[in-house]
């Protein structure tokens, strides 16, 4: 798409700014329609949200899966994923009252990331087991796509009727629905799904031009997928994690992160719907693993940090934030040493 060098960077460039841009705006319209439609935050988050800041991730993956780049592909979606649990670590230091897992307890908060190991684990099962395929499908693909649907549903179960609740403390701010949104509704879905549109259109040209980088540079499309566009395509998550931050809306910020990399799983089926040469699990590289053990590592290390809710800790972030801050970062030096 892209011919020249400049022109993959700048278009590569312009897409970015626009997802952030368009990110910005998703979240303030997802605090009131999550109030006006009486889903709450961590439903929307879930249901809605997390798929709108996914397209991005959604259409840069099955872009670079349909043109045969399984290493492209992978990389993107799992290091965006793993790109996103840091942007919970990112949050975590922009809210100074307290720890943000301990502010923003919830239930679906502990189903979802218990949901998301389940799902991260499903793709090294596939890896590890023979090549075989169904109409050019994994049947880990399909399992997946179940497995999502299922969670969704025990996700709102919790939602409904929870067996628990988490202790209420000065710190905690709970998801209270404010009513003061009504009479704008068409204005706020109108205004939502067109931003929804344009980061999907965004993150399609997004890897159109980091096609381009990487054919015009030699770059390894696992450099390429696991930190640029991954970076990039994730720019969504953490503009509508620090704004729904800054307004308040702490369980909207939390749901949204989780229920973004559980929804990126199925993005991850649609790469191996998308690749016509039979597994994408098979055919990527072996360190493309490196972002998918990393991601089951840091989701497990943030399910401690929402069960152990420390209100303070070293610099005023939680001990889950600063674990996974370095994980990130040695994984990351992983990747880059072995490329």
Known sequence: MFTSLISSIIAFGIAALVIVIAGSRLARQADRLADQSGLG???FGVLLLAGVTSLPDFAATLSAAVDSRPDLAM?????????????????DMVYR????????????????????IVLLTLPLLAIFTPKVTLWGVHPVTPVIVAAYLFGLHLVRRTQAKPMWFPRRTHQTVPDVPERHYRGHSRILWFDFTAMAIVTGIAGWILMEAAKGIADQTGLSETL?????????????????????????ALTLAVSN?????????????????GYARGSIYHDM?????????????MSAILLLGLVRRETYGIGRIGFES??????YAIA???????N
Not at 97 to 116: D, I, T, W
Not at 332 to 338: E, G, I, K, P, Y
């Open 257 to 273: 992160i989780f229920g973004t990399n559980c929804f990126n799983m199925l993005v991850v089926a649609a790469a191996d719907v």
């Open 285 to 297: 590289a072996p360190v493309q693993m490196t972002w998918v053990l990393v991601g089951i590592l």
């Open 224 to 248: 390429i997928g696991g930190l640029f566009t991954a970076l990039a395509t994730s720019t969504p998550e953490l503009v509508t994690t620090i704004a729904a931050i800054r307004i308040g």
């Open 332 to 338: 990351l030096s992983v990747v880059v040493v072995s």
């Open 41 to 43: 935050e961590a439903l």
């Open 75 to 91: 990389s993107n979606v799992m290091g965006s994923m793993a790109v996103n649990l840091v942007f919970l670590g990112v949050g």
């Open 322 to 327: 600063a674990l996974i801050l370095g994980v």
């Open 97 to 116: 009252k307290a720890n943000l897992e301990h502010a923003a307890a919830s239930p679906v908060n502990l189903m979802l990331a218990g949901l998301l």
